[in-house]
């Protein structure tokens, strides 16, 4: 059978030419991710014993990090002045979250999972101080916020902003053209939208997905009230969510943003606890 005066059998002899050369090529690659990985991961274990290795996205400038989960854990870190180093190479987890954690040549991914197993390997818990009922209203509140309250904000910056606000902060991608940053962007943007949508609340119109993630702010400041933290006189693993969260509130969004300008103008109690927790774990902020 002949097509255009080309065999058959030489189109199949070239398309196997095509196919092995595409698979050596992709075999180098996933050599040169592995070899890199060997070598990170050698840096990591020369961190010492029960040093924690916190794998996270580089520092933007400004604020510590773009995400408030980041945030969330290193503030625990350095609450029960648990050692550790930060990695910023290899910020995404097997999971393909952020951040994650190396101790001991254990990976641990998910900032909640992280906090867990530290809590559990090396008796530092930051809610011991807690009767049972207010661990469970405490962590009722953390998950409203880290689940609930997370799609307003990421769809607010990622889809409603179009991730423009982040021109104010160093890349996250990296020196790449800004025809390919745009690019980038928009694929963000509807991936984010995707998994809103997945998770429920991007189903709702930006009207009522505002308003229900108003109404978990004002929640929170609800129950924090005239207290120095969310469940006393002493900061507890709540404290640390509600932190990275009002960060990105404050200084991760537009001015125009409703859920900053809600914050700014009605809920200043939120704001003194977000100075507070500053001023008790991170004394070089202006380093960032």
């Known amino acids: 059978m002949k097509l255009s005066n080309v065999s058959l059998t030489d189109l199949l002899l070239g398309g196997g030419v095509v196919v092995g050369v595409s698979g050596l090529i992709l075999g180098v690659v996933r050599y040169k991710a592995w070899k890199r990985k060997c070598q990170l991961r050698k840096k990591w274990e020369e961190a010492g014993e029960n040093v924690v290795v916190l794998h996270q996205l580089p ?3 400004k604020i510590p990090n773009l995400s408030p989960f980041p945030i969330k854990l290193e503030t625990f870190l350095r609450a029960m002045n648990i050692e550790y180093v930060n990695d910023f190479e290899e910020p995404m ?3 393909q979250k952020t951040p994650w954690i190396t101790i001991n040549g254990e990976d641990v991914a998910d900032s909640q999972l992280v906090v867990e ?28 916020i880290e689940e609930h309250l ?6 607010h910056r990622w889809v409603h ?5 982040l021109e104010n902060f160093n890349s996250i991608f990296g020196p790449v053209p800004a025809f390919i940053q745009k690019r980038i962007l928009k694929q963000v943007g509807q991936m984010v939208n995707g998994q809103a949508r997945s998770a429920g ?9 505002e308003q229900m993630c108003c109404k978990d702010l004002v ?4 129950l924090l009230g005239t207290k120095p933290y969310m469940m006393g006189e002493k900061p507890s693993l709540v404290d640390c969510t509600v932190f990275g969260f009002v960060c990105q509130v404050l200084h991760g969004m537009p001015p125009t943003c409703v859920y900053r300008q809600l914050v700014e103008k009605e809920l200043k109690n939120l704001i003194n606890h977000f100075e507070r927790m500053k001023g008790a774990f991170w004394v070089d902020w202006e380093n960032l």
Do not use: C, N, Q
């Open 59 to 61: 520092r933007p400038g």
């Open 93 to 95: 987890s097997d999971k």
């Open 117 to 144: 197993f530290l809590t559990d390997k090396l008796g530092k818990d930051m809610d011991s101080h807690l009767t049972e009922e207010e661990e469970a209203s405490a962590r009722a509140m953390r998950i409203m």
């Open 219 to 222: 929640a929170v400041s609800t």
């Open 150 to 155: 997370y799609w307003g904000v990421a769809v």
């Open 161 to 165: 902003d179009g991730g423009e606000f």
């Open 201 to 209: 609340l991007g189903r709702h119109s930006r009207l009522e997905m």
